[in-house]
């Protein structure tokens, strides 16, 4: 599989250190807050990624961190700690927000089908190996303790900007950020590993150290937590591209330091999922969240669809509009995969079965190219060959795409069949009004006032108030309710 790698700025073949095997982390998120569906999108791409290459018979243990000390308001190590700062939005301890936003992720998650990494290491319950590994940076020289905070000395590396193709000048925090420079540093890129300093003295969680009470920064939580699970050698490190810098030219330099040899081969950046007003931000009030999404009548998964549609290493701009799209688009796939027959028991069609995979597989080793890999799909529905075959197939992309499409698929065969046994029954002449609903996903709550309208409307015309009709028909209309009246049966759509 060739995949672009940050480090080496190619599309590299995607070799592990151990063969077989694939030791892959990623920065998991700040739990000072909700993520925003651009959090998200990171998240499903490296999902589709851990997929692909278990699918291609890696044996993938991944390990994510879960940030809940340590990450400030400014990457210049600056600012508050961004847990302090949402407990005190919501008047709670820095724990009970870990906590909530904890299992609040983990829920968005569930309903986008990402696959939580097997092992999940809360920064707080790895104090000790933080100090451990600070402590041999400051007994290796690689680190120096000024103000009371211990810094990394960015001037011992031969290269510290491993990730820039900008000039140094421009990369430096200070100058990036436009925010006050910390003092205390020898180097304008020098970064905070353990702080104790009275600045943040308001700081909740403290723990002691060599160096005095404090906390760790935010970046050696990665290192170390990468270190103690997934050993020495790393194949495949994950983030958002912001965190590209400083972030994981800081894990570099420290883990390296620390190792005295390379640590991590290949890093894989997704690009910003922005608002046509530009950047999301969690801090920033208010933002686009999962539950958001829900609220508006998406399913997740047609978020997850979106996402799929164009490559991780482009940005992408969200809108409602290219959320409808989406929406269109994936119910007329789970539709055309309905009208598969699933009770198909002829053999296999090996051969086609084979060519349909390949058209998958190229498309995910270009790069993981997920849109052209959607087009894979629907070169399955195209083919002449078996619904079997085709089944099949489906099923197995799906296996890394995960956007359910057999069950629901399956759910739409059943309410299909539902419809047309009401149907024939109405025909049928037992006097009784069919309402069926065209659109799968329009909640519950929904099908149940759309069908309570149909009815009375249905017995104001009965009882010849046309004006009491006429108006009900005209409420749905404002609901965005087409209506088609047949013999017996009504069928709405919205
Ligand atoms: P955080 O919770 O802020 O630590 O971020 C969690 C993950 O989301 C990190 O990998 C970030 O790089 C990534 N991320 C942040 N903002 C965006 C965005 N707008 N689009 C895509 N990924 C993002
Ligand atoms: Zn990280």
Redesign the pocket.
């Known amino acids: 599989m060739k995949l672009y790698n940050t480090l080496t700025r190619t599309r590299d073949e995607f070799v592990t250190h151990e063969p077989g095997k694939c030791r892959m982390y ?6 000072y807050h909700f ?2 569906i ?6 499903i791409m490296e999902d589709v990624l851990e997929k692909y290459l278990r699918y291609t018979g890696l044996d993938v243990t991944r390990c994510m961190n879960i ?1 809940d000390v340590g ?1 400030l308001t400014s990457d210049a190590d600056t600012g508050e700690d ?1 847990m302090l700062k949402g407990a005190r939005r919501e008047h709670k301890t820095v724990m009970e927000i870990a906590q909530f936003y904890t299992d609040a992720f983990f829920a968005d998650c569930g309903k986008l089908n990402i696959k939580i990494p097997e092992i999940v290491v809360p920064a707080t319950s790895y104090i000790e190996k933080f100090i451990q590994m600070v402590t041999v940076l400051v007994e290796k020289g690689y680190a120096y303790i000024s103000g009371g905070n211990v810094y990394f000395d960015t001037a011992k590396l031969d290269n510290y900007y491993v990730f820039g193709n900008q000039e140094a000048e421009d990369l430096a925090v200070g100058v990036r950020e436009g925010v006050e420079e910390d003092e205390a540093k020898r180097n304008k890129t020098d970064f905070v590993l353990w702080f104790t300093k009275s600045k943040f003295e308001d700081q909740e969680l403290k723990w002691d150290s060599p160096w005095g009470v404090g906390y760790p920064g935010w970046h050696i939580e990665c290192s170390a937590i990468s270190l103690w699970n997934l050993g020495e050698y790393l194949d495949l490190h ?6 590209a810098f400083p ?1 994981h030219t800081n894990e570099i330099a420290q883990s390296e330091a620390y190792l005295g040899h390379p640590w991590c081969t290949h890093w894989f ?6 608002t046509a007003s530009g ?4 801090s920033s009030g208010e933002f686009l969240t999962v539950s958001l999404l829900e609220e508006k009548g998406y399913d997740p998964l047609v978020y997850r669809f979106f996402c799929l549609g164009s490559h991780y290493r482009k ?2 701009v969200f809108s409602w509009e290219g959320m409808d799209s989406a929406k269109t688009a994936y119910n007329k796939l789970v539709a055309r995969i309905a009208a598969l027959n699933p009770d198909d028991a002829s053999p296999l069609d090996e051969e086609t079965f084979a060519a349909l995979k390949s058209r998958f597989t190229e498309a995910m080793d270009n790069d993981l190219n997920t849109a052209l890999a959607l087009t894979a799909l629907y070169d399955v529905l195209k083919a002449k060959t078996s619904d079997r075959t085709k089944l099949a197939l489906l099923a197995d992309f799906d296996t890394v795409l995960s956007l359910n499409l057999l069950e629901a698929s399956a759910k739409v065969r059943e309410q299909n069949k539902a419809a047309a046994a009401a149907k024939s029954a109405s025909q049928a002449g037992n006097g009784e009004l069919t309402v069926v609903c065209l659109t799968p996903d329009a909640g519950e709550e929904l099908k149940a006032e759309v069908e309570g309208l149909i009815r009375e409307r249905a017995a104001a015309k009965k009882a010849k108030d046309f004006a009491a009709a006429d108006a009900i028909r005209d409420k749905l209309a404002a609901m965005g309710v087409t209506l088609k009246d047949g013999k017996g049966t009504v069928e709405w759509s919205v």
């Open positions: 990623t920065c998991g998120p700040t739990v993520a925003h651009g959090n998200l999108r990171t998240y940030t990450h961004k994950c983030g958002g591209i912001d965190n972030h950046h997704v690009l910003h999922l922005n950047k999301m931000s969690k940005s992408l």
